[in-house]
C-alpha cells in the first residue's frame, strides 16, 4: 500500500512539474504565437564544455515552449515561436558571451531540426577553441596606501587562469568597493590589456586611482513635512540616528547604515543622503566632504485594525495604534492588542461548528488574548543598535499541549546592526504567570500523576529568560526568495542568576537554515533544515521539570507535513472508559487492575513533545499555468522526529519519519494562504493511556491493556474507601492500525510559507 501511495504522489508531483514549467523570456522581446508561426518545441547546445546549458540559454533571447507543451501536449501550457531576427542575433550574442570570457576563436553555428506539426527544434552548435591565459596581472595605484594588500586581498582572478573578463570587472568592482569604505570616495579605476601568440596569452593592467583621502564633513538636513503639517522629528534627533560625526574617515557604508536607521524608525516615506560635491574643502592633506540629507516625513500617528480566520485560531482580531515620534524622539511607540480562539472561546463562544478543529483542543475553550506596549530606540549610546522595550499581559495556548497566561510581563531586546544581512538580538524576558497543561503530560513525561504534584509546578511562578538570536539573510527577497539562504540560531537560558524560580531551569539550543534555488520558469526548489536541543543545568542532565512551553514539538502544516499539529513524536492517549479486572495469580490470590478492553479510538491524543528535535523539508514550489500571479502548487517530502533523551519513562529514542505530500497556495496580500495534504504511512505510535474524567480530584489512573500497576483499596475513611493504583510506569498502548488511504492523509490550512 505504502508503495502505491508515493507512486501516486510521485506522478501527480510530475504533472504538476509539467503544468507549471514555464521559462522566463526577455523583456521587450516577442516570442508569442501567431498564425504561421513556427513553434520551439526544443532548444540545443552542442559542443559546450565550459558553460552549462542553462547558462548559454539565459545569454539568448530564443526560449522554447513551455515543458509540459512539449513532452505531454497540454493545451493551456505556454507556446513560443521563433523570432527570426533575434534567432540570428542569438548566434552573435553567443560568440560575445564566450569572447569575455576567454574564448577568442569561439564559433557558433545554427541549425533547425522538424518537431512535430509546425514545429522545430534549434541548435547551437559550438566551438570553443583554445582558452586565453592571462600571463601577467599588474594592478597599479595602490603602492602608496597603507592598506593596500587588503585591497586586493581575494579578488577573483590571478595569472594563470582563464582570461575572463568578466572577473576583471568582479575584481575591479571588489577592490574600488573597499576602497570607497576605506575614505576614498572618488576613486576610479581603468583596466588595460593586450594578446600575443595569436590571442591565447593575455596581458593586464588595472590602474586604479584612489582620489584624495576624504573625511566627513557637516550635516546639511532638509526636511519636507507630511501634508498640511510641521516638521515633527528635531534635526538634532536626525543627526544623532545618523551617527556620522564631523571628521570621521568616510565610509560607503556608514552612508548605507544611516540610511537604513532613518527608515527604520518608520517615520520617513523618503531618505536621500549624498556627499555634497560642491561644498568639499581642504583640512591638511584631507578633503572634507559635507553631506546632504533629504528627509519626507510620514504622518507620526497610525491606526490598523485586522481579522481573519485560522483552523486553530478560529476567527481572530488585531488592533494597533502607532507613535513615531514618542516623546520627541524618533521612538517608536506600539500598542497592540490581540484576541483569538472568538467563536469557541468564552465568553465568545458563540459559533463552535465554524472551528471543527479548534473543538478537539482542550486549550481552545477560553478566548487567547495579547496587550502589550513596545517602545523601540532608533539608536542606543551612540551605538548602531536598536533597543526594545515591551510590557504585556497574555494568554497563549498551543494545540493540545498547554496554555501559558502571563499576568505581567516584560521583554528587554537589543538588536546589533553591524552586519547589514546578519543581525545579532540579545535579549531578557521576565514574567509572572503559570502554564496548565493536560494531566496525562505530566504523568507520562515528568511522573507527577497527582492533583497535589500537578498544582506545585502550575501555579504562578517567575520565569526569566535571557537569549541570543542571530539571523543570517542572504535570500533575494524577505517576503517569497528564489535564490539564496536563510540561517537563524538561538540560545536560551532560565535560572535563579538570570531571577528565574528555582523550579523553571533549562538551556535550549535552536539552529535552522533554509536554501532557495530557482530552477526556471518561476519554479523554486526549497530545502530547510532545523534541530534543537533542550537539557537542564548542564548539557548531562535531561531529566527534570522543563516547563511544556519550553520543550520542543514538530507536525503541522508548516512542520512534518504528514502529521497533525505537535503530533510527531511521543504521545499519550486518553481513554473513553476502563473496566477493573481480577485476575488471579500463581498463589491462588487475586490482583485488581484498572485497563481498558473496548476497540474504540483513544477519547483524545495529548502530544507529549521532547527534549531532542529534527526536522528536514523538501519542498518544489510550482508556478501555476492558470492565474500564475495567484495559484502556486507544490510537492514536498518532510522527514524528522521529536524525542526525549535520557527519559526514565516509555519515551526514549528516535526513528525518522518520512512523509510526502501536495499543496495549494493563493498568493495574497498578507502571505500564501496554503492549503496542505501531507501523507503518514506510519502507524500510531505506541504510548501510555490513561483515563481522565476524574483527574482533578487527584486520580489519573493507567488503563492500558498490559497494565500491570496493582490496585488495592485504602480505608483511610471507612466510610468511603477509595481503589488506590500503585505507582510506576504506564504500560504501552497500541491504537488500531486498520486506517485506510484516507485516514492517512492530513489536511492542513496555514498562512505563509511552511519555511
Known amino acids: 500500500m505504502t508503495a502505491d501511495i508515493i507512486k501516486r504522489i510521485i506522478t501527480a508531483a510530475t504533472v504538476l512539474a509539467a503544468c507549471s514549467a514555464l521559462p522566463t523570456i526577455a523583456s521587450g522581446q516577442d516570442l508569442g504565437c501567431h498564425t504561421g508561426d513556427t513553434e520551439v518545441r526544443g532548444l540545443d547546445f552542442i559542443g559546450n564544455h565550459e558553460f552549462t546549458d542553462a547558462e548559454l540559454a ?106 575572463d573578463r568578466t572577473k576583471i570587472d568582479a575584481a575591479i568592482d571588489l577592490m574600488t568597493r573597499r576602497l570607497r569604505n576605506a575614505g576614498y570616495p572618488a576613486v576610479t579605476a581603468h583596466n588595460s590589456f593586450g594578446t600575443a601568440d595569436s590571442g591565447l596569452v593575455a596581458f593586464d593592467t588595472l590602474t586604479i586611482t584612489p582620489g584624495t583621502l576624504t573625511r566627513f564633513g557637516g550635516v546639511a538636513i532638509a526636511v519636507t513635512p507630511a501634508r498640511n503639517k510641521k516638521q515633527h522629528i528635531s534635526n538634532h534627533t536626525v543627526r544623532r540616528v545618523i551617527g556620522i560625526d564631523s571628521g570621521a574617515l568616510y565610509r ?160 528587554a531586546s537589543l538588536q546589533y546592526q553591524r552586519w547589514a544581512r546578519t543581525p545579532v538580538t540579545f535579549g531578557y524576558t521576565m514574567d509572572f504567570g503559570r502554564t496548565e497543561s493536560q494531566p496525562a503530560l505530566f504523568c507520562a513525561v515528568f511522573n507527577l500523576c497527582t492533583a497535589e504534584e500537578r498544582d506545585r509546578v502550575q501555579r504562578n511562578q517567575r520565569l526569566g529568560v535571557v537569549n541570543a538570536v542571530v539571523v543570517h539573510d542572504a535570500t533575494n527577497d524577505p517576503i517569497a526568495p528564489s535564490s539564496g539562504t536563510l540561517s537563524r540560531f538561538e540560545v536560551r537560558h532560565a535560572s535563579p ?3 528565574s524560580d528555582s523550579g523553571l531551569q533549562f538551556n535550549t539550543l535552536l539552529a535552522e537554515t533554509s536554501r532557495y534555488i530557482a530552477i526556471g520558469g518561476g519554479n523554486v526548489l526549497a530545502m530547510h533544515i532545523r534541530g534543537g536541543l533542550v537539557f537542564g543545568r548542564n548539557f548531562r542532565t535531561n531529566a527534570g521539570f522543563i516547563p511544556p512551553q519550553e520543550r520542543l514539538y514538530a507536525g503541522g502544516p508548516s512542520s512534518v507535513r504528514g502529521f497533525a499539529q505537535n503530533e510527531l513524536g511521543a504521545v499519550t492517549y486518553i481513554a473513553p472508559s476502563y473496566d477493573t479486572v481480577t485476575v488471579p495469580d500463581i498463589g491462588g490470590q487475586t490482583n485488581t487492575y484498572f485497563r481498558y478492553l473496548g476497540t474504540a479510538k483513544p477519547k483524545r491524543v495529548v502530544p507529549v513533545g521532547g527534549n531532542s528535535l529534527v ?55 498578507v502571505g500564501p494562504v496554503r492549503v496542505v495534504v501531507g501523507y503518514d504511512p506510519y502507524p500510531q505510535p505506541v504510548g501510555p493511556l490513561y483515563y481522565e474524567s476524574n483527574a482533578d480530584a487527584g486520580a489519573l489512573p493507567c488503563v492500558a491493556p498490559g497494565n500491570t500497576l496493582r490496585v488495592t483499596t485504602d480505608y483511610a475513611d471507612p466510610a468511603h474507601p477509595v481503589a488506590v493504583q500503585a505507582p510506576g510506569v504506564c504500560a504501552g498502548y497500541k491504537p488500531p492500525t486498520n486506517r485506510s488511504f484516507g485516514q492517512r492523509l492530513t489536511f492542513g490550512l496555514a498562512i505563509g510559507q511552511a519555511f
Open 615 to 669: 526536522v528536514a523539508n523538501l519542498e518544489l514550489r510550482l508556478r501555476s499555468p492558470v492565474l500564475p500571479d495567484v495559484l502556486q502548487f507544490g510537492v514536498f517530502v518532510d522527514a524528522g522526529d521529536v524525542w526525549n533523551r535520557g527519559a526514565g519513562t516509555t519515551f526514549g529514542g528516535y526513528q525518522i519519519k518520512v512523509t510526502p505530500g501536495v499543496q495549494v497556495a493563493a498568493l495574497t496580500p
Open 58 to 163: 539565459n545569454a539568448i533571447v530564443t526560449t522554447p515552449s513551455a515543458w509540459a507543451r512539449r513532452y505531454l501536449d497540454l493545451p493551456f501550457s505556454a507556446r513560443r515561436c521563433l523570432d527570426e531576427q533575434e534567432f540570428a542575433n542569438d548566434r552573435l550574442r553567443l560568440i560575445l558571451f564566450y569572447r569575455r570570457r576567454g574564448f577568442p576563436a569561439v564559433t557558433v553555428d545554427t541549425g533547425r531540426i522538424a518537431a512535430g506539426r509546425s514545429g522545430i527544434r534549434v541548435e547551437f552548435k559550438i566551438h570553443e577553441g583554445r582558452a586565453t591565459v592571462l600571463r601577467s596581472l599588474v594592478i597599479k595605484g595602490l603602492d602608496s596606501l597603507p592598506n593596500a594588500s587588503s585591497v586586493k586581498a581575494g579578488i577573483p582572478i590571478a595569472p594563470g587562469q582563464r582570461f
Open 497 to 499: 542568576l538570570v531571577l
Open 252 to 411: 560607503e557604508q556608514a552612508l548605507i547604515d544611516a540610511q537604513r536607521a532613518l527608515y527604520q524608525t518608520d517615520a520617513y516615506t523618503h531618505v536621500a543622503i549624498a556627499l555634497d560635491s560642491a561644498g568639499g574643502s581642504r583640512a591638511g592633506p584631507d578633503s572634507i566632504a559635507p553631506l546632504n540629507v533629504s528627509l519626507a516625513e510620514n504622518t507620526m500617528h497610525a491606526a490598523r485594525l485586522g481579522g481573519g480566520y485560522g483552523t486553530l485560531d478560529c476567527f481572530r482580531a488585531t488592533g494597533e495604534l502607532d507613535d513615531y515620534n514618542f516623546l520627541n524622539g524618533a521612538r517608536h511607540l506600539t500598542i497592540q492588542g490581540r484576541v483569538s480562539k472568538i467563536g469557541i472561546g468564552s465568553p465568545l463562544n458563540g459559533a463552535p461548528d465554524l472551528c471543527p478543529q479548534a473543538k478537539a483542543d482542550p486549550y481552545s475553550e477560553r478566548l487567547n488574548y495579547y496587550l502589550g506596549a513596545t517602545l523601540r530606540q532608533p539608536v542606543f549610546f551612540g551605538l548602531r543598535t536598536v533597543p526594545t522595550l515591551t510590557a504585556y499581559t497574555s494568554r497563549v495556548s498551543e494545540y493540545k499541549v498547554y496554555v501559558r497566561t502571563t499576568l505581567i510581563g516584560g521583554v
